[in-house]
C-alpha cells in the first residue's frame, strides 16, 4: 500500500505511511491529532469571522513600527494622548451668549473609503469631554474687533495644554460663528474674522487657514446638526442583510440609476427659545408645482457628499433643512402676548368694554393654568390676566401664530417642505420638545399624542395653587422652575400645534423620541460639522498606504481589501484537512477488516503486538 503525506500542511515530523511495519505512530493517534487540528482551524475561522463582521463596533487593528493599537476609540474613557497614531480637531462654537471649545480625536482612518472617519469627543484624565465655554459672545466686540482673538486665547491656550504639541501643526482649528454675529453688520464681521485670521497663526502651531473662520448659515448649522445625530446613531455604516430600518434613495446627480438601498436615516426637530428647526433626509427625487417653488426649494435643500472620494456615492444626501425664526417657546409666546394686547385694545375701545384693565376685570387666558393671575405690560399699558387652562381652546387661538396656508406642500408660514414618508421615518426632537414632554410632564422618550394631549390637558385644568403645592413638594424634575410651571400650558399646545398642524405629522405618529442626550451624551452641531470638513483627510492614510507598496498596512490589506481572499483559504485548508480525514477514515476501516486480529488489536488499541519469532 503506497504512502499519503500532507506535506503542504504539516511538519516532516508528522509524515507518516499507512504500512504497519513502517508507521512510526498508531493511526488512532494520527487521526486524534489531526481532528484537533481540523477543531482549532474552525475555531480560528470562526473568530476570524466575528471579528471582520464586527469590525465596526470592535474596530481593527493597525500596525506601524511594531507597535499595535485598537483604532476604535472607546467613547467613556480618557483619551491615550500617548498614541502616536491618533489624530485631533478642534472647533470653537461663537454663540450669541458666549463661545464653546471642543476637541474631538480620531485613530487613522482604516484603509476603506467607504467608511467615515471614527471622531469622538476628547477626554481628559478625568474621563469627561475637553470643552471650555467664555462669556459673553464674540458679537459683543463689533465695536473692537481687534481684540476678537485676545478674547479667544483663553479657549486656545486650553486645547493647545490638551492636545500634545507634537500634534499641533496637523490639528485642524476651526472657527465657526452662528447667530450671534448673524446679526452683525458683514463689515464689522469681516473685521472681526481678520483680526482672527491674522494674529492666531501667529502664537498658535494649529492648521489654521482663512477658511477655517466664517459665520456659518442657518442652513449649515441645521446640516452640521442633523450629520452629528445621525452619526452617534450608526446611520451612515453600510447596512447588513435583514436590516428592517432601511430606505431606497434616489442618490442627487444619479437620479437616472437604479435607487440604492441603505440605512434610514433620522430626522431632526429643534425649538429654542427663539427659532425652531426642522431637518431630514428627502430620499427621492422632488417634483415642483411651479418654477418660483422649485427656486425657493433649492435654498432649503442642501446636497452633500460626506465621503472622502467624491467619486463614490455612498454618503451623498439630499437633507431638508429650515429655521423658523420667531417660533420658539418664548417668541411664540411674546407674540401671543401681543396679540392679547393689541385685541383687549381694540375692543374696549370699540365696545366700552374695560377687559384686563385690573385684576377684578381679567382678560382670561385659556393657556395659563386655572387661577393664576399674570401681567403683561407693553407700550406702557398694562394687561391683566387669570388662567383658564382650557388646551383644546389655547390650541385655537395660537394657531393663527403659525401662519399656516391652504397650499400643499408647505409648513409654518407657507414656507415649502418636501414630502415626507412618516410611515418609514424618524425623528428626534431636541431642546423645547423635551423639556415640555419631561421637566413636567415627565414623558420624555417616546412620544405618543394620546398619552401627551391627556396629560397636557390634565395640568392645563389643574389650580395653579395645586401646581405650586406639587412643584414645592419635589415632585417635578430638578430642571423644572415656576417660569416653566407657568408657561407649560401654553408651550405645551405650542408644541402640539407646531408638530401636527405646522409640520403636519399625523396624530398617530410613534417614531419621534424626545431627548436631551443621545447614548447619555450630548450631541453638539460641532461633531457634524469637524466630520464634514474633515471628510476628505482619510484619503491621506488611504493614499499613503497605497504608496507603501510592499509596506502596506497589515491592517488595511487583511481587513478592508482581502479579508475575503483570507477567509477563502481558511476554507479550502479547512475542507482539505476533513476531506484527507475521510480518507484516512477509510483505509483504517479497510485495514481493520483486512489484517490479522492480532493487527487489528494493534491498530485499534494504539499498542505494539507481541510477535514470537519463528524458526
Known sequence: ?????????????????????????????????????????ILISLLYILLVLDRNRWG??????????????????????????????????????????????????????????????????????VVMKIKPGISDLASTPEKASDYLAPLLNFAADH???SKHQETPLYILCTAGMRIVPENQQNAILEDLRTDIPLHYDFLFSDSHAEVISGKQEGVYAWIGINFVLGRFNHISAGEDSVVEVNVPGTETQAAVVRKRTTGVLDMGGVSTQIAYEVPKTVSFASSQQEEVAKNLLAEFNLGCDAHHTDHVYRVYVTTFLGFGGNAARKRYEEQIVYKTTLTNRLLGQKTGTSEDIP??????????????????????????????WCREVIFPLLNKTNETSTSISGIYQPPLDYRNSEFYGFSEFFYCTEDVLRMGGGYKVAKFTKAAKDYCATKWAVLKERFDRGLYSSHADLHRLKYQC????????????????????TNLKTAQLVYDKEVQWTLGAILYRTRYLPLRDIQQDTFKGNHTHWRGFSFVYNHYLFFVCFLVVLLSILLYLLRLRRIHRRMLHNTSPAAALWMAEGGLPQISEVS
Open 1 to 41: 500500500m503506497g504512502r499519503f503525506c500532507i506535506s503542504c500542511l504539516f511538519p516532516a515530523s508528522w509524515h507518516f505511511s499507512l504500512s504497519p511495519s513502517a508507521c512510526p505512530r498508531p493511526l488512532n493517534t494520527t487521526y486524534r491529532q489531526l481532528t484537533a487540528v481540523a477543531l482549532l482551524t
Open 363 to 392: 382678560y382670561l387666558d385659556p393657556c395659563l393654568p386655572v387661577d393664576i393671575k399674570d401681567e403683561i405690560h407693553q407700550d406702557g399699558q398694562t394687561v391683566y390676566l387669570r388662567g383658564l387652562g382650557d388646551f383644546d
Open 60 to 129: 481593527l487593528f493597525s500596525q506601524d513600527n511594531g507597535n499595535r493599537y485598537l483604532t476604535k476609540l472607546m467613547d467613556m474613557e480618557a483619551t491615550d494622548i500617548k498614541n502616536p497614531y491618533l489624530n485631533y480637531g478642534v472647533v470653537i462654537d461663537c454663540g450669541s451668549s458666549g463661545s464653546r471649545l471642543f476637541v474631538y480625536c480620531w485613530p487613522r482612518h482604516n484603509g476603506n473609503p467607504h467608511d467615515l472617519l471614527d471622531i469622538k469627543q476628547m477626554r481628559g484624565k478625568n474621563s469627561l469631554p
Open 490 to 509: 401654553f408651550k405645551s399646545a405650542w408644541m402640539y400645534e407646531v408638530l401636527h398642524r405646522g409640520f403636519s405629522f399625523p396624530v398617530n405618529y
Open 163 to 165: 492636545i500634545p504639541h
